[in-house]
Antibody
Framework: EVQLLESGGGLIQPGGSLRLSCAAS????????MIWVRQAPGKGLEWVSS????????YYADSVKGRFAISRDNSKNTMFLQMSGLRAEDTALYFC????????????WGQGTTVTVS | QSALTQPRSVSGSPGQSVAISCTGT?????????VSWYQQHPGKAPKLMIY???KRPSGVPDRFSGSKSGNTASLTISGLQAEDEADYYC??????????FGGGTKLTVL
């Protein structure tokens, strides 16, 4: 079964740092671009960052550029999001997700991990 | 990238059809056939319902269909059922690595 399991969320003060992890199972992890998407309380989905299968290609939303860093360890089927300089507006449920191979869509989502900046 | 534009809410009675629109620009919705739709129930992760404008993943009922005209894509749900009540989001992925989402539409089944 294809699964994504996020961890690392919590309560953090403004200006602090946090590292999210996403453990993947049930598929060829290194073959897929992986993505972080967040959802602020009561709000819509917001793309945060993407990492290509080889780790060399990374993209960030303007709202997090320079503060967040995405990475992955294909040997451990795990993706990370290092967040620093956290702001109140970063408070959200952070979803780990998978881009479907060869298709321009996100086909698998984790259940999310909550980050609260306060 | 600016968010795609969706109506905040739509509603319909069981058995009826509803359509949810998603308006973008020629740089996203209008320029590529890479529009997806997601269903999200409260407290749950989003679920892929439509991709590449019109394609349905296996397991998604054929009551769900997608279309596009110009810069506006649409999700149509026919034969509305109570379990269809959820939030729906459109998205566009033109370059394989960056995504833009719509603001979301709350579907109420009356």
């Amino acid at each position: 079964e294809v699964q994504l399991l996020e961890s690392g969320g919590g309560l953090i003060q403004p200006g602090g740092s946090l590292r999210l992890s996403c453990a993947a199972s049930g598929f060829s992890f290194s073959s897929h671009t992986m993505i972080w998407v967040r959802q602020a309380p009561g709000k819509g989905l917001e793309w945060v960052s993407s990492c290509g299968g080889d780790s060399r290609t990374t993209y960030y939303a303007d709202s997090v550029k320079g503060r967040f860093a995405i990475s992955r360890d294909n040997s451990k089927n795990t993706m990370f999001l290092q967040m620093s300089g956290l702001r109140a507006e970063d408070t959200a449920l952070y979803f780990c997700s998978r881009k479907q191979f060869g298709v321009h869509t996100i086909d698998v989502w984790g259940q999310g991990t909550t980050v609260t900046v306060s | 990238q600016s968010a795609l534009t969706q109506p905040r809410s739509v509603s319909g009675s069981p058995g009826q059809s509803v359509a949810i629109s998603c308006t973008g620009t020629t740089s996203d919705v209008g320029g590529y056939n890479y529009v997806s739709w997601y269903q999200q129930h409260p407290g749950k992760a989003p679920k892929l319902m439509i991709y590449d404008v019109i394609k349905r993943p296996s397991g998604v009922p054929d009551r769900f269909s997608g279309s596009k005209s110009g810069n506006t894509a649409s999700l149509t749900i026919s034969g509305l059922q109570a379990e269809d009540e959820a939030d729906y989001y459109c998205s566009s992925n033109a370059d394989r690595y960056t995504w833009v989402f719509g603001g979301g539409t709350k579907l109420t089944v009356l």
